[in-house]
């Protein structure tokens, strides 16, 4: 177009400046070059931004191959739900809480971390349960896990949970709600998260077990006092009156060969099969790294829960 | 075709995406405008958090702000892109903040890259970045070599076996390529008559 003429008459200096290999003293050499070159300095004039940018450019990144099935994913399943349902609650455990504890405001007083350590060992909320014969890389036992009845022991984890989340922000899902004004938001002038404080955040694609053509993702966020986790599913079916669907972290625990099992709570489905729920928990994803999505009955000792949905952390 | 009709048609057509989107049409506008924008939104998060796992919680939350916000585009003065970016910097924006929020500011302060006080030249970076794969591989290869070699054009000239004055040639003819592509990013500042 314009200048190709033009700027085939540089002299190779031209492109060693602009793409910023020369040697200081021939720099300057250059800079003198430049006052009785015009081809030089028109070279210089059209690519000098260019250049700038070249030279500055930051390391690639490639985002993960899955990324964009995962989000239009999970726009479907939020859709799904504002269409057909009605929507779960941002807390379901705060809401579910016998006792919440008073708190102040989030910002200023975050609670101390649970004990954690607690969480390696069997406890109420934990359990431990055989190892199945393979555990090498496929978490998800297809069917047959005994999983006994805990209904009850969740009330002490959900008494935690809501305190905990009265107090941390429930990340990235509240500012959904919340639009700012496009054109004129500066990072001056950003709002803030709820009050809490993004430390980490992990992801877990849940990949459909045997039989099953469920899909779904989870992203947990640290915060004070534990781990919000927004769990978003697709393709679930509804259950019978009475079953819900659990969520379960599972890491190898201090014993060796016997998993542990934490709950990150249970929600259910509508006709849709799609949720969008924020669940609260103390169990780090980071050590507990597979997470199982099952189809449970309370009160029936008996009865085996199925794994719907299975996936790994990544960190 | 000049590259500012290409870049006023493919704003049109992403328009009309947001504008499926906005009427509830999900699957396929969101696919697409996925496909186009991730790798960019990606790039932009991963830049100004830094730090990858963030930046995708980031593009995931520009998506959803996209389903939710499409209504309010604007066909006669919005542009996708601008749009899109403009979601992405409130977005990354609040999760900085929310990094930050809490005790030990100052500490995780150090920890996030500065921002900017503009998104241009990240932007500018990005729409580099991108055109540098559509460089024909001679060019891009004479560029490589000096921007991460550090080679001058005789010692490019040399490496390849090729004449000095052609190595220039494609180093500049390279440039003035990508220099396009950075007229295209911002329709009608650097290009003329495609707003």
Not at chain 1, 62 to 86: K, M, N
Not at chain 1, 91 to 99: E, F, G, I, K, N
Request: glycine share 10%.
């Amino acid at each position: 177009m314009t200048a190709d003429g033009l700027i085939d008459l540089a002299h190779p200096e031209a492109a060693d400046w602009l793409l910023g290999t020369l040697e200081p003293a021939a720099a300057a050499e250059f800079g003198d070059h430049l006052a009785g070159c015009g081809d030089c300095r028109t070279a210089v004039a059209e690519l000098g931004h260019v250049g700038r940018v070249l030279q500055q450019l930051p390391p690639a990144v490639e985002p993960p191959p899955d990324l964009a099935a995962r989000i239009v994913d999970s726009v479907l399943a939020a859709a799904a739900g504002d269409r057909t349902e009605v929507h779960l609650p941002r807390l379901p455990a705060a809401l579910l809480a016998p006792r919440p504890r008073p708190q102040a405001p989030p910002a200023q007083r975050p609670l101390p971390p649970p004990e954690l350590a607690s969480l390696y060992h069997p406890s109420p909320g934990t359990r431990h349960r055989r190892a199945p014969a393979a555990r090498n890389g496929t978490p998800a036992p297809a069917a047959g896990a005994a999983r006994p009845a805990r209904r009850q022991r969740r009330v002490g984890r959900y008494a935690i949970a809501a305190a905990a989340a009265a107090a941390a922000a429930v990340g990235l899902a509240a500012a959904i709600a919340f639009l700012p004004g496009l054109a004129g938001t500066t990072s001056a002038e950003a709002p803030v998260i709820g009050g809490g404080t993004i430390g980490a955040a992990v992801l877990i694609v849940l990949h459909p077990a045997a039989g099953t053509t469920a899909s779904g993702q989870a992203t947990a966020w640290h915060l004070p006092g534990g781990w919000s986790v927004r769990l978003q599913v697709r393709g679930l079916g509804q259950l019978a009156p009475g079953q819900y669907y659990a969520c379960w972290y599972a890491g190898s625990g201090n014993k060796s060969r016997h998993p542990v099992l934490i709950s990150a709570g249970t929600f259910s489905v509508g006709p849709s099969g799609s949720a969008d729920v924020s669940m609260w928990t103390a169990a780090d994803p980071r050590q507990f790294r597979t997470m199982e999505i099952t189809a449970e009955s309370p009160g029936d000792a008996s009865q085996h829960s199925r794994v719907i949905l299975s996936g790994v952390a990544r960190t | 075709m000049s590259l500012s009709d290409a870049g006023a048609r493919i704003a049109a057509q992403e328009a009309r995406l947001i504008t499926q989107i906005a009427d509830g049409n999900l699957e396929e506008p969101m696919q697409e405008l996925c496909h186009r924008y991730e790798k960019s939104l990606y790039g932009f998060g991963a830049h100004i958090l830094g730090d990858e796992a963030l930046a995708e919680v980031m593009v995931q939350e520009i998506f959803q702000r996209l389903w939710r916000t499409a209504g309010r585009f604007d066909l006669a003065s919005d542009s996708p892109r601008a749009f899109l970016f403009g979601i992405a910097r409130s977005v990354g924006a609040e999760i900085r903040e929310s990094r930050l929020a809490g005790a030990g500011r100052a500490a995780r302060e150090s920890s996030l890259p500065p921002l900017p006080d503009s998104v241009d030249p990240i932007l500018d970076a990005l729409a580099v970045r991108e055109a540098f794969g559509t460089l024909s591989a001679p060019r891009a290869e004479v560029l490589r070599l000096a921007l991460e070699d550090g080679l001058t054009q005789p010692e490019i000239a040399q490496r390849l076996e090729v004449p000095l004055d052609t190595v220039t040639a494609r180093a500049l003819h390279g440039m003035q390529a990508l220099r396009a592509a950075l007229g295209e990013r911002v329709p009608g500042e650097r290009g003329t008559g495609d707003g």
